[in-house]
């Protein structure tokens, strides 16, 4: 197996497990968000962003970021609000009902994932954070 076939299939292997963790929690859960509701809850928490860097974080269109947002402002986790510099635009906000919700989400994803890595021996809990620990000083 050549370099780059090897690097996509760690990308897919990377996207399949965040997917099998996602819906793993979502069996958990009465009321589930998706996953795109639960990267715009995150992102909405952080950035306080406009509809369009909300479609352009998840490479969606504006009518479909719009339709992702209103199914999280009728359940009150976000909230719309006239931008404080030009109140033609709106930007969208986490509700304290939104916070609860992402707390609750991070804290069932990390039990998810410690159930998960519990199979992995002692050598390999090793191998896998030595690696992410290069991963991630990489891409500081």
Same mark, same amino acid.
């Given at each position: ?23 793993? !929690?979502?069996?958990?859960? =009465? ?8 990267? &715009?809850?995150?992102? %909405?928490?952080? #950035? $306080? ?24 402002? !009728?359940?009150?986790?976000? =909230? ?8 033609? &635009?709106?930007?969208? %906000?986490?509700? #304290? $009902? ?43």
């Amino acid at each position: 197996m050549n370099m780059e076939n090897s690097i996509d299939r760690i990308i897919r292997l990377i996207f399949e497990t965040n997917k099998l963790l996602h819906e793993q !929690r979502e069996q958990k859960s =009465e009321k589930a968000c998706s996953y795109l509701h639960m990267v &715009t809850l995150a992102y %909405v928490k952080k #950035k $306080k962003p406009f509809m369009r860097e909300i479609a352009g974080l998840l490479g969606i269109t504006p009518p479909s970021a719009t339709s992702l947002v209103n199914t999280i402002v !009728r359940a009150r986790l976000v =909230e719309r609000q006239a931008d404080e510099k030009d109140r033609r &635009t709106v930007r969208i %906000v986490i509700t #304290k $009902k939104g916070e609860e919700y992402l707390e609750i989400y991070k804290q069932n994803a990390a039990e998810t994932l410690r159930k998960n890595l519990r199979r992995l021996t002692i050598d390999e809990q090793k191998q896998l954070t030595a690696i992410l620990e290069k991963v991630t000083n990489i891409t500081r």
